[in-house]
C-alpha cells in the first residue's frame, strides 16, 4: 500500500508550474513592482535575487497573466548559442522567421528596430541572465537603447556575483527588484498553503509554528532549499509509514525528523 505521505512528498518537487504560484507577502510585493515597471518608461529592469527566491515563478506568472493584452516574450534558460538568441528575437520583432542558414545581422536588427518607435513596444522577459556573456548583454543594452524593446533582466545572485551584476548594470537599470528568502510568516504560508492545494489538511494541521520555525531556520527562508528539505522529510515519513509505522505520530509533526532531514541534507553537521 502506498504511504499517505508518498504523495505530500511530491508537492514539494521543485518546479515552476504557475497552477502552484503562491501568494506570499514577499512576492505578492515584487509582482506589484514588476507590473508597475513594465508600465514606466524604462529601458531595463533588473530582477535580482540568491538561487531559490522565486524569480524564474515570477517572471512565468507575469508572462501567463499579460502575454495575451502585451507584446512580452519570455526566454527561459540562455542557450550557448547566441545566433539561436538573436534568430528567436528576429522572429518577435519581424514575426518572420529567418531563412535557413542565414545569420541575423546585428546592426540591421537595430535600425529595423527603430523604424518600430512608436508602433510596437516589446517586452522580453531574460531569465537565468547571469549566462549571457558581456558581449551579448551589451548587445542587449543597444537593442534597449531603441526603447522598442524593454527587458526584464533576471539575474541570480551568488557571493562572487555580486560586484558583477553593480559594475555591469549601475547606469543602465534605471529599476532593480530585489527578492529575498521568505520570513517565518512567509514560509509558514508557503508550506500550509502548497499542502493544501492539494488537499493534505491534516498533514498542514500538524505543522505548527514552532516547525516552521525549525524549517526556517535550516533553510533561512530560501523557497528552494525548503523544497528540498520538506521532500525530505516527507521522504523519512513514507520510510518510516511502510516498515517502521509506530515510530511515527500521525498527529503531531516531529522535529526530530525535520533534524533528520536537516543531517541528510547537510544542514546541520553532526
Ligand atoms: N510565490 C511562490 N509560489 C510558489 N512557489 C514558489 C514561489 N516562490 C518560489 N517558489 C518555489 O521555489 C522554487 C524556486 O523558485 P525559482 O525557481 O523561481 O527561483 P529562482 O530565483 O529563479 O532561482 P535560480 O536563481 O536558481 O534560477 C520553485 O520550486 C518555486 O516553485
Ligand atoms: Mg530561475
Not at 114 to 130: F, N, P, S, V
Request: charged residues 30%; glycine residues 2%; positive net charge.
Amino acid at each position: 500500500m502506498e504511504s499517505r505521505y508518498s504523495p505530500a512528498k511530491n508537492v514539494f518537487i521543485d518546479s515552476i508550474d504557475i497552477e502552484d504560484y503562491i501568494e506570499l507577502d514577499s512576492s505578492i510585493a515584487a509582482y506589484d513592482q514588476l507590473l508597475h515597471s513594465i508600465e514606466k518608461p524604462l529601458k531595463m529592469i533588473l530582477v535580482f535575487g540568491r538561487p531559490g527566491t522565486g524569480k524564474s515563478i515570477l517572471l512565468n506568472r507575469l508572462y501567463q497573466n499579460h502575454k495575451r493584452q502585451k507584446d512580452l516574450h519570455y526566454f527561459e534558460t540562455p542557450t550557448t548559442n547566441e545566433k539561436e538568441f538573436f534568430q528567436k528575437l528576429f522572429k518577435i520583432i519581424t514575426n518572420e522567421n529567418l531563412p535557413p542558414n542565414t545569420q541575423v545581422n546585428f546592426s540591421t536588427l537595430v535600425d529595423y528596430c527603430k523604424t518600430l518607435r512608436g508602433k510596437r513596444e516589446i517586452i522580453i522577459l531574460l531569465d537565468e541572465a547571469q549566462m549571457y556573456s558581456r558581449d551579448m548583454m551589451e548587445r542587449i543594452r543597444l537593442l534597449s537603447d531603441t526603447r522598442v524593446i524593454k527587458f526584464v533582466v533576471s539575474l541570480h545572485k551568488t557571493e562572487n556575483e555580486d560586484l558583477i551584476a553593480k559594475e555591469h548594470f549601475q547606469s543602465r537599470i534605471w529599476e532593480v527588484i530585489e527578492l529575498k528568502n521568505g520570513s517565518r510568516t512567509d514560509m509558514k504560508s508557503y508550506i500550509h498553503k502548497k499542502l493544501l492545494k492539494k488537499n493534505f489538511f491534516e498533514i498542514a494541521n500538524v505543522i505548527k509554528s514552532t516547525h516552521i520555525k525549525k524549517i526556517h531556520k535550516l533553510t533561512k527562508g530560501n523557497y528552494r532549499e525548503t523544497n528540498k528539505l520538506l521532500f525530505t522529510i516527507f521522504e523519512i515519513y513514507e520510510h518510516y509509514d511502510k516498515n517502521d509505522p509506530f515510530k511515527i505520530n500521525y498527529d503531531q509533526f516531529s522535529i526530530k525528523i525535520i533534524e533528520m532531514a536537516g543531517i541528510k541534507l547537510g544542514y546541520i553537521n553532526v
